[in-house]
């Protein structure tokens, strides 16, 4: 895996929630997140649920769905999957400095027509998860 540099905000790009200061709330409102339902705690996140999926990462699961009833188990189960894969960034070389627990980073998979990484991004100390296309 290659190093991520730490960030104090959510990645940009891919419908990713932009480079500002909006809760996740006000980023709910704007359509550029959503919630996530699933109460699940990650081992890999810390233990922690992801409360906040951006629309781009859960709009490329959801089309992975075999059928339009099955696009929420499916998007959900698919994210399970994905996260169980993630790292704390603070673990790769080069980012030794970095907060622990603050962001989660998985390495590129197929994810529709593209290979992409996913970032798993905590909001503030033990604040919620939010999952999303890396820059």
Do not use: C, K
């Not at 960030?7 to 709330?25: I, K, L, Q, V, Y």
């Not at 233990?47 to 490329?60: D, K, R």
């Not at 929420?72 to 189960?77: D, F, H, I, L």
Request: proline letters at 13%.
């Amino acid at each position: 895996m290659t190093p991520h540099p730490r960030m104090t905000h959510h990645p940009p790009g891919d419908g990713a929630p932009p480079d500002d200061a909006r809760s996740p709330e006000r980023l709910v409102a704007t359509g550029m997140l959503r919630r996530h339902a699933d109460p699940s705690r990650h081992p890999s996140l810390g233990h922690s649920p992801i409360a906040y999926v951006s629309t781009a990462l859960w709009a490329e699961l959801t089309a992975l769905a075999i059928a339009p009833s099955a696009a929420e188990a499916t998007a959900t189960a698919l994210l399970h999957a994905i996260a169980a894969q993630a790292v704390d960034a603070a673990l790769a070389p080069g980012n030794e400095r970095a907060p622990r627990d603050d962001l989660y980073v998985t390495d590129p998979a197929h994810i529709g027509a593209h290979r992409r990484a996913v970032w798993f991004q905590r909001s503030g100390p033990h604040g919620p998860i939010t999952a999303a296309f890396a820059p």
